[in-house]
């Protein structure tokens, strides 16, 4: 079985934004609102936050059902981690993701200040100072055969994309707008020179753009 490097449900703003600028601890995602431009996932029946019963079904549903489904590591870059820009100051912080993280798989933080790896329940981050193709050996050799994601952000996926590493990708397009941010593109035609591209309307009022390798 091929093991695939994949993004999946990563969220941009309907002008191409994957965050807003000024993060802080408090805000994750700078000036954006995650909750606008999450809602399609957090209305479904599968959210794993979901406190209440109900929620939706259909393609939304089946993309958030979905996100775990052969998982065996995840990369990320290290503002999706942590707002901190230059060396550690304080390695007890431990991410914005709490005691129980959601990623339940290896995860390597791309980042140029190397830290400790450290374990919360079922996740270990592990903090590489390297180039994309080396932090996916590293988390390919962690996944077992298992498919490896990029979880983001947008500065990551582009180097990613830009080394021709990713294999597919599921972008989900808000119908939010931020005006300026951090770009993952200014149009997905972009990558019409490597990739197929399927785009999919949801009810929800998101778009659904699924890309894989020519």
């Known amino acids: 079985m091929t093991q695939l490097v994949k993004v999946q449900n990563f969220v941009v703003s309907r002008d191409g934004f ?94 140029h200040h190397e830290r400790p790896s450290f374990t919360l329940s079922d996740t270990t981050f592990h903090f590489v100072n390297g180039e994309p193709a080396e932090a996916l050996r590293l988390a390919k050799e962690a996944a077992q055969g298992k498919d490896v994601r990029i979880g983001g952000g947008a500065t990551t996926i582009r180097s990613f994309l830009d080394a021709d590493l990713i294999d597919t990708l599921h972008v989900a397009v808000s119908p939010v707008e931020l005006g300026y941010g951090v770009p993952l593109w200014k149009s997905p035609d ?25």
């Open 18 to 111: 994957g965050a807003g600028e000024d993060q802080t601890f408090e805000r994750p995602f700078g000036h954006a609102d995650p909750g606008a431009m999450f809602a399609w996932a957090g209305a479904t029946a599968s959210w794993p936050n979901r406190t209440d019963p109900g929620g939706s079904r259909g393609l939304d549903d089946y993309f958030t059902r979905d996100f775990a489904h052969n998982i065996g590591a995840e990369i990320m870059g290290a503002h999706k981690f942590s707002p901190h820009r230059g060396p550690w100051q304080n390695h007890d912080w431990q991410g914005w993701w709490g005691d129980e993280p959601p990623f339940h798989t290896p995860v390597f933080v791309l980042t």
């Open 190 to 214: 972009e990558l019409l020179d490597r990739f197929h591209l399927d785009v999919v309307p949801s009810s929800s009022g998101v778009t659904h753009h699924l890309f894989w390798r020519k």
